[in-house]
């Protein structure tokens, strides 16, 4: 017993780191360990008697009180058995270094903290308020207290507030580690009860579900609740526990909630109605059955929560190991963290270049057939007609006979021909711009390390973008250059061969020498 005991007592401690890091069981698409935690959500209506229920079982009057909806977030009460003598106390999440004696100033808290989160308004908020009470009056539970299922909004609240209720209460009750308490006024037809109505929905088996009858000394004269009580008239696989909350009365004395429980025995053991069930009612008896069916609940789930937590771990661990090792705060180190990032950029980038990573074969292609493609299309054979060879080497060498090739000729066409080349040369060099700055969009994305500093990122590329237009620049300047020193490089034996060299490859040239 003690070592399940201890279990509760670790199940409470991850349900309140999984508070902290947000997870807290909510509507949410990402991974949740809270829905893997047993724990026992408190479900009922409006005024049906939940607050009673949960300080019967505390033994302590800490809730909030009034009319309408008064829990407005859901509250993690989590009760730890402590030694006798000891003195009771609770304590926030939200506030871990304050203990509160006071549990009028636990009442205050809370409201304090909903209004917080809520604002002075009648909304509800999914994020939960945490309570640990630390009493030897309470046996080791975690329960958890949700605003109140109401079937009409009232003044003040949103019209969407009755479905906004419910979508928060089944994103509790909906999942197969949750134990339903569910609390149904005996006064009222259980028939009608929102609190068995949601959990036949969410549990048709009734197998996650405990049934608990309030205000049983409320009942008209002359009725009573055995039928329910037996498990005749609405039947769960766990019995169902009938509770005597204090009277109005009572609550307005302040009356001791000691005295309240020690009350509600003798109402049992003195009912002709409830005699023979006396030993199994009363809210203390309904405290020790849950936290006995929550250890067995715990000791079933166990191995699941160990492997999803070792599960998580390794994840974890798998992240961080991309995330890399902890910045320094020293400037000298950082500039050398700074410095390493860029060269895992620099490592990355140039296995694109060089064939380790797609994209060098592309620089390549534009050289191996976006270029020579456009050259193919150049219009040499306008420029090479009959027409235009005389046109030209008539305006450079006159009417005259030519012992040897017409060289000034030759030089005017071959110069407008290579001027062609321009064009194609300078949209190369645009062409492989284009695919380095996509080349380097792709390696600062590859580039695990820098995942964790986008601003560095933005500052990469921008560097990167800027030397690379620069580079644009340069390399075009270069490239017209080499078109130039190739119009430029035509020896005195070019020309002498270059007769015959045309006539073979251009047969209309001869054409033109024998009219000359």
């Known amino acids: 017993m003690a070592t399940m005991?201890?279990?509760?007592?670790?199940?409470?401690?991850?349900?309140?780191?999984?508070?902290?890091?947000?997870?807290?069981?909510?509507d949410t698409n990402l991974p949740t360990l809270w829905e893997a935690l047993p724990s026992v959500v408190v479900v009922g209506g409006q005024s049906s008697g939940k607050s009673s229920v949960l300080e019967s079982i505390v033994g302590r009057d800490f809730l909030p009180r009034g009319s309408g909806i008064v829990t407005r977030r859901p509250l993690v009460l989590q009760l730890h058995k402590t030694e006798r003598g000891l003195q009771e106390y609770g304590e926030f999440l939200h506030l871990p270094k304050?203990?509160?004696?006071?549990?009028?100033?636990?009442?205050?808290?809370?409201?304090?903290?909903?209004d917080r989160m809520t604002g002075k308004s009648k909304q509800i908020s999914p994020v939960p308020i945490h309570l640990s009470i630390y009493s030897p009056n309470v046996v080791n539970l975690t329960l958890i207290d949700l605003p109140g299922l109401t079937k009409v909004a009232v003044e003040g609240q949103p019209e969407s507030i009755v479905q906004d209720i419910e979508i928060m209460v089944r994103s509790y009750v909906e999942k197969p580690n949750c134990i339903i308490l569910a609390i149904t006024p005996a006064n009222q037809d259980i028939?009608?009860?929102?609190?068995?109505?949601?959990?036949?929905?969410?549990?048709?088996?009734?197998?996650?579900?405990?049934?608990?009858?309030?205000k049983l000394d409320l009942m008209d004269k002359g009725t009573n609740a055995i039928d329910v009580l037996e498990g005749r008239a609405y039947p769960l696989q766990h019995p169902w526990v009938g509770i005597v909350n204090r009277s109005q009365a009572?609550?307005?004395?302040?009356?001791d909630m000691i005295a309240s429980r020690r009350k509600e025995r003798e109402f049992f053991a003195s009912s002709p109605d409830y005699g023979h069930l006396a030993s199994k009612m009363g809210s203390e008896y309904l405290a020790k059955v849950l936290s006995k069916h929550l250890e067995s609940v715990i000791r079933a789930r166990l191995p699941g929560i160990t492997s999803l937590i070792n599960k998580s771990i390794e994840e974890l661990e798998a992240e961080l190991s991309h995330l890399g090792r902890s910045v320094a705060v020293d400037a000298g180190a950082q500039l050398y963290t700074i410095l390493?990032?860029?060269?895992?950029?620099?490592?990355?980038?140039?296995?694109?270049?060089?064939?380790?990573?797609?994209?060098?074969?592309?620089?390549?292609?534009?050289?191996?057939?976006?270029?020579?493609?456009?050259?193919?299309?150049?219009?040499?054979?306008?420029?090479?007609?009959?027409?235009?060879?005389?046109?030209?080497?008539?305006?450079?060498?006159?009417?005259?006979?030519?012992?040897?090739?017409p060289e000034q000729g030759y030089r005017r066409l071959i110069d407008g021909a290579l001027n062609?080349?321009?064009?194609?040369?300078?949209?190369?060099?645009?062409?492989?711009?284009?695919?380095?700055?996509?080349?380097?969009?792709?390696?600062?994305?590859?580039?695990?390390?820098?995942?964790?500093?986008?601003?560095?990122q933005a500052e990469i590329a921008a560097a990167a973008s800027e030397a690379l237009e620069r580079f644009r620049e340069e390399s075009k300047k270069t490239t017209l250059r080499m078109v130039d020193m190739e119009s430029s490089y035509l020896t005195v034996d070019f020309f002498r061969k270059?007769?015959?060299?045309?006539?073979?490859?251009?047969?209309?040239?001869?054409l033109w020498f024998i009219a000359k």
Do not use: W
Not at 498 to 510: A, C, D, H, M, S
């Open 420 to 456: 062609y080349f321009r064009g194609p040369a300078e949209a190369s060099v645009d062409a492989v711009h284009f695919l380095l700055k996509e080349l380097v969009r792709r390696s600062i994305a590859e580039t695990q390390e820098l995942k964790r500093f986008p601003t560095l």
């Open 250 to 255: 009572d609550i307005k004395k302040n009356v």
């Open 191 to 214: 028939a009608t009860s929102d609190a068995m109505k949601l959990s036949r929905e969410v549990d048709p088996t009734g197998e996650r579900t405990f049934g608990v009858l309030t």
């Open 5 to 26: 005991e201890s279990l509760i007592v670790t199940v409470n401690r991850i349900q309140r780191a999984c508070t902290v890091l947000g997870d807290h069981g909510g």
């Open 340 to 405: 390493e990032l860029c060269r895992a950029f620099d490592r990355i980038f140039k296995e694109h270049l060089d064939g380790g990573r797609p994209g060098g074969d592309r620089i390549y292609g534009v050289f191996d057939h976006q270029l020579p493609a456009a050259l193919r299309k150049l219009p040499f054979d306008r420029h090479l007609s009959l027409q235009n060879i005389r046109k030209v080497v008539s305006e450079a060498d006159g009417y005259q006979p030519h012992l040897i090739a």
């Open 498 to 510: 270059l007769p015959q060299e045309v006539e073979k490859e251009i047969p209309f040239l001869r």
């Open 98 to 114: 304050k203990k509160f004696t006071d549990f009028s100033m636990v009442r205050k808290e809370i409201q304090d903290e909903t």
